[in-house]
């Protein structure tokens, strides 16, 4: 364990005590929310040693450690994507302390583009695998022979069907598909578009891929979810801004919101 990792983890069990964590939260754009209401204590990342400084709008850099439907959670407030920094591992740190304070689960929550047409805005969508079409890896650089990690089922099967099961209970419509990371931070061309359909893509977006690479390198398992912000490019005539983005986001996230907690709740119960 890098001195980082152990001083975090340290500063941050000082701060919200020591009972251990059992799932990490990373919030994508505008579904920041989510850590408003969890029952915690919020640390900036700049309060954090080895924390992303992340500065892209639309995402709150706290990390908030309490419970969430009676689950002990540590919810990433923002996330650093490899388009702020071209750094693909900006998300380890946070992951090797989330892992250290007892944490047994990554949940990922993005905005994405849909290419599926019946996958319209505000829209969700748990992820059953992805293409990494960037070709990018945060692992890059890794010494050990860890690094060859295995993807198969990197989106853990039973936490997929718990959470198509919460879904159910919500009476809320959850797509499953395929999400291609692109690395951004210029949205798709339309070609891209056309091409990452042809590959087997539904929807596509600017992060999680490394997070997931990273939470299984590192042991944890994995999930995410997507919330549907526009139609990718050539898709439809709606317009495609990280503005708009921001605006649609909270489309998706009532939706998501509700899957979550109620996963939560089931688990706890
Ligand atoms: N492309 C990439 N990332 C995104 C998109 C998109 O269309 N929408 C929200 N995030």
Redesign the pocket.
Known sequence: MSKNVKDTSDLIRAKAGEAPVSIGLILG?GLGHIADSVDGVSIPYADLPGFPHTGVSGHKANLVIGDLEGVRVAVFGGRSHYYESGKGDAMRVPLEVVKELGATTMVAT????SLQADMPTGSIMALSDHINFSGLNPLIGEPTDLRFVPMMDCYDPSIRAAMADAAKAEDVEMHSGVYAW?S?PS??TVAEIKAIKILGADA???STVPEVILARFLGLKAAAISAI??M??GMSDEA?SHEH?KAMAPLGAAKLEKVLRRWLRDQSS
């Open positions: 754009s993005n905005a994405a583009g692109y951004g949205f798709e596509v977006g600017m912000t526009n990718a490019a495609i983005t």
